[in-house]
């Protein structure tokens, strides 16, 4: 069920530069599920107006805790960045239809891909994956070393491969780079980060069962407004999908890339 | 009586709130929110003879206090408005307002022939306005010869009042309001998004991929007032007035420079509980102001 609450504040840290991790309490932790997201109001004025999507990168239900990863880019991000613990945000959610584990087979492995920002949202699905017996293989990519995190949480979860497009930490270029190099042994991928590399991915494993997350600018966060929409491959029955409400994450082959 | 009812022709309404078109899709997503009930009325999504898909991606972006979109009319279709979007709002009790689209004067008769006739529409809400569509649109509400030629060609086939939603994008307001009112208009709303444009600080080409979008949001306000405060003066049919409505407050506003209902556009994608609680503070705002009932204070600025 969607809901709007004022979630509290519990913990804001800058864990790489203009990166931060925020842990939110609130009820709507309860119904959060990995690959969804929340869309979040950084202030109480009109401006900077829209909310901001941003994906759930852990949830703790016993605590009514949820982390969300976020770079501090524009001024919404920014102003957001500035909360204090003890402070209230305006959250909307959970949106959208996540990542789904079960899609893993119970002792198979799990290959895992993400770029950038969109790795946030893999690391509860690789605690989910593991908790289910799921081998996960991480591989992600980053600009440059300071822009990168986690690499302890993830490593704590499975083999776990960092590549930055300047070398500075991991191999050098682009997870594709690296996917050719390693040729990983897996049953189903799952990937979110930008679209040259999501696309690359459906090309690499065409037999492969796979979920991609997608990301579009966003109005309304429900489905309503009709602004994320992408266009659907012609052999799927609707003309186009929502990313807000219909995804974010969609089975590989849906949207066309 | 409810303090805050309000009649126009073809609507009675239990207040003078109501999501605007293309801001609320055909309800779905908010009735998971909350019970449409509460509301005075629904302006549903605009819709065309056909399918359409609208513009390419971005559609949206962010400006100071406003946010520029060109969607594009995006939308299932009469046929599947008909079929599967009229009949779920029919679980509420709230007279829905069909925004009509299209491209040449027979498409907009077409829908408007047909979706006039589905029981829970109770007016209809001309789209001559709209900026992000290459043909039609806009069109035909820039030029008060052609706007009023299209009144005249919906009325003669509409079972419902029929309303004309007027386009900020012309020099001079007053004559196209004035135009469509001799054409037959039962009623005006006012204003659509104003056209403008945002650059990519980096490239310095336009973010939305449209190039151009509408602006809407609390920045476009006071340019919302002016018209309804202006068109009031002109026409003797009633104004839904909207454009940055965020409260309680705009509300009184826009009712006191003229309007008789008001719509809430983009504060549902800030807050999608906006309508009810600006439902649920209008009695207060009224016991402040010392008003009995909210209809006295429409056109109050005149007077």
Known sequence: MIRQERMTVVRQVEIAHHIYELVLQGEIVQDMNPGQFVHVRVSDSFEPLLRRPISIASIDREASECTIIYRAEGRGTQILSQKQVGDQVDVLGPLGNGFSADAAPEGGTALLVGGGIGVPPLYELSKQLNARGVRTIHVFGFATENVTFYEEQFSALGETHFVTVDGTKGTKGFVTDLLEELQPEFDVFYSCGPLPMLRALEQFYPEKPGFLSFEERMGCGIGACFACICKTTENTEKDYVKVCSDGPVFPKGVVEL | MSRINVELPGL??????????????????????????????????????????????????????????????????????????????????????????????????????????APNVKALELNISCPNVKHGGITFGTDPVIARELVEAVKAVSKVPVYVKLSPNVTDIVEIAKAVEAGGADGITMINTLVGMRLDERTGKPVIANGTGGLSGPAVKPVAIRMVYEVYKAVNIPIIGMGGVTNAQDVIDFMSAGASAVAVGTANFVDPFVCPNIIEALPAKLEELGVKQIKEIIGRSHR
Request: proline share 8%.
């Open chain 2, 12 to 117: 009675d309404l239990k207040n003078p709130i109501m999501p605007a078109s293309g801001c609320f899709g055909f309800g779905r997503e908010y009735a998971q929110l909350y019970d449409l009930s509460v509301l005075g009325s629904i302006m549903i999504k605009a819709t065309t003879v056909e399918t359409r898909l609208g513009n390419p991606t971005p559609r949206v972006a962010e400006t100071p206090a406003g946010m520029l979109n060109a969607i594009g009319l995006q939308n299932p279709g009469l046929e599947k408005v008909m079929k599967q979007e009229l009949p779920f709002l029919e679980k509420y009790d709230v007279p829905i307002i069909a925004n009509v689209a299209g491209t040449l004067t027979e498409d907009y008769v077409q829908v408007a022939e047909s979706i006039s006739t």
